[in-house]
């Protein structure tokens, strides 16, 4: 993705207004996050600075679980965003979340990726930048955001089935009193876990005449955003947040693109590359930017890179680079030192 268009985020009046509304000022987390207190008023700031924001208001809230739950709880649903708005007023708690799914592609940093399969529904939280993952307390909200919209939308005290997530969240005895199930801490992705059949409850809060007025500008305002990045750019930004789930092949990518794989290839070569170069081109970014992390040992890297064995990135990877990956280690590490003491 596009990083000068990546790494805008649009901050809506209405987050400060409802950080008021739970006692916590805006000037106080402009200070605690170390930026001038003009971000206030921006309506665009970095992802960088976003991150700072979050950060900064679990800080002063003290534990992360309870600013979670505090604000999940007291956002007003007349301050919502043109897009939270419309899943507001979808017909069901399932076209709530595909709408959800959907628009968040026009509001970095995070996607979802949505799920059903028996009678669960699976809602994973991804970072469009792989390496630069949102504060605990972010993806924290978000899941509850979800659940909230479920229980608002319908009207009924709807509970999780079970939530994961990666790092520590605080009070974990919080996070189980508002999702109403168990919160396990330490997994490997960040999850939220519905009952499948809470999916298929109305909204009382349907208005079909307004989302009549709100989808087609929203729909446009995303195929405006898609249309901005080349097909290579879709695939590369696809690749990287995929190549951790296992074998990777066209036929998923063109799936996710919404085309068939033909045609997938074909619109590549008309961009003069291919999906094997593209994935050697995603996976060579990846690994040099991940080697130049010297907690993560190499057979992590060859994993988060899509390589099953290590023998087989020691060899792409000295198709890359002409080297080792230890020994490329080695020399960056050597270059640092240098520049260091010049």
């Given at each position: 993705?596009n990083?000068?268009?990546?790494?805008?985020?649009?901050?809506?009046?209405?987050?400060?207004?409802n950080l008021r509304g739970i006692?916590v000022?805006?000037i106080d987390v402009?200070?605690q996050a170390r930026?001038?207190?003009?971000?206030?008023?921006e309506?665009?700031?970095t992802?960088a600075?976003?991150y700072?924001?979050?950060q900064?208001?679990s800080?002063?809230?003290g534990?992360?679980?309870?600013?979670?739950?505090?604000?999940?709880?007291a956002?007003?649903?007349?301050?919502?965003?043109p897009?939270?708005?419309?899943?507001?007023h979808?017909?069901?708690?399932?076209?709530?979340?595909?709408?959800?799914?959907?628009y968040k592609?026009m509001?970095p940093?995070e996607?979802?990726?949505?799920?059903?399969?028996?009678e669960?529904?699976?809602?994973?939280?991804?970072?469009?930048?792989?390496?630069?993952?949102?504060?605990?307390?972010l993806?924290?909200?978000?899941?509850?955001?979800?659940?909230?919209?479920g229980?608002?939308?319908?009207?009924?005290h709807?509970?999780?089935r079970s939530?994961?997530?990666?790092?520590?969240?605080?009070d974990?005895?919080?996070?189980?009193?508002y999702?109403g199930?168990?919160?396990?801490?330490?997994?490997d992705?960040?999850r939220?876990?519905?009952?499948?059949?809470?999916?298929?409850r109305?909204f009382a809060?349907?208005?079909?005449?307004l989302?009549?007025?709100?989808?087609?500008?929203l729909?446009?305002?995303?195929?405006?955003?898609?249309?901005?990045?080349?097909?290579?750019?879709?695939?590369?930004?696809i690749?990287?947040?995929?190549?951790?789930?296992g074998?990777?092949d066209?036929q998923?990518?063109?799936f996710?693109?919404?085309?068939?794989?033909?045609?997938?290839?074909?619109?590549?070569?008309?961009e003069?590359?291919?999906?094997?170069?593209?994935?050697s081109?995603?996976?060579?970014e990846?690994a040099?930017?991940?080697?130049?992390?010297?907690?993560l040992?190499i057979?992590e890297?060859?994993?988060?890179?899509?390589?099953?064995?290590q023998?087989?990135?020691y060899r792409?990877?000295?198709?890359?680079?002409?080297?080792?990956?230890?020994n490329?280690?080695?020399?960056?590490e050597?270059?640092?030192?240098?520049l260091?003491?010049?």
């Amino acid at each position: 993705m596009n990083s000068s268009s990546a790494d805008r985020i649009k901050i809506t009046p209405g987050f400060w207004t409802n950080l008021r509304g739970i006692g916590v000022e805006p000037i106080d987390v402009a200070r605690q996050a170390r930026l001038p207190l003009t971000i206030i008023n921006e309506p665009l700031v970095t992802t960088a600075q976003y991150y700072s924001i979050w950060q900064a208001y679990s800080e002063l809230v003290g534990d992360t679980a309870m600013g979670i739950v505090k604000l999940a709880t007291a956002y007003e649903t007349a301050q919502y965003p043109p897009a939270a708005l419309a899943t507001f007023h979808a017909q069901d708690y399932r076209d709530a979340l595909n709408r959800m799914a959907r628009y968040k592609q026009m509001c970095p940093p995070e996607n979802l990726r949505i799920q059903e399969e028996g009678e669960q529904c699976s809602i994973e939280l991804e970072w469009q930048d792989a390496e630069q993952p949102g504060p605990p307390v972010l993806v924290g909200i978000t899941l509850a955001y979800l659940l909230e919209l479920g229980r608002r939308g319908t009207g009924r005290h709807l509970t999780a089935r079970s939530v994961e997530f990666i790092h520590p969240m605080g009070d974990v005895q919080a996070l189980e009193g508002y999702f109403g199930c168990r919160v396990q801490i330490g997994m490997d992705r960040n999850r939220l876990m519905l009952n499948r059949d809470d999916l298929d409850r109305p909204f009382a809060s349907y208005n079909e005449e307004l989302l009549e007025i709100l989808t087609p500008a929203l729909d446009r305002s995303l195929d405006e955003r898609q249309s901005q990045l080349t097909v290579s750019a879709k695939v590369k930004w696809i690749l990287s947040r995929s190549l951790t789930r296992g074998r990777i092949d066209i036929q998923t990518v063109a799936f996710e693109l919404g085309m068939s794989d033909r045609t997938l290839q074909r619109r590549l070569t008309d961009e003069g590359t291919s999906f094997k170069q593209l994935l050697s081109q995603t996976r060579r970014e990846k690994a040099v930017a991940y080697l130049a992390d010297p907690s993560l040992d190499i057979k992590e890297v060859a994993f988060l890179v899509g390589y099953e064995d290590q023998n087989s990135f020691y060899r792409a990877f000295r198709s890359w680079e002409g080297e080792t990956p230890a020994n490329w280690r080695i020399a960056q590490e050597q270059w640092r030192s240098a520049l260091v003491t010049e």
